[in-house]
């Protein structure tokens, strides 16, 4: 069962904003969150409507649409911005 997972235009600002290393890291997680939406370690937001994951220092913001079958990844950010 894969997702689409479409990224919004905060989140590739933030990708695009990466150092090298966590960007191929962070990215790998995307397209991870297409087969598995819901990996080990990801975290349900308590604040707002999402989910999180952890990569490293950086957290990945995403929402999942299991009806239209689509993880679109909201925000990519280090964890002290991540959240504002």
Known sequence: MTYA????RPAK???EDLPAEPYQRV????NELAQTPRPEGCKKLVERAG????VGDYRVLY???D???IVTIV???KRSDAYR
């Open 5 to 8: 997972p479409p990224i919004t």
């Open 63 to 65: 929402t999942i649409d």
């Open 75 to 77: 925000h990519v950010s």
């Open 67 to 69: 009806d239209h079958r």
């Open 27 to 30: 990215k790998a997680v995307i």
């Open 51 to 54: 989910w999180r994951i952890r």
């Open 13 to 15: 600002k933030g990708l």
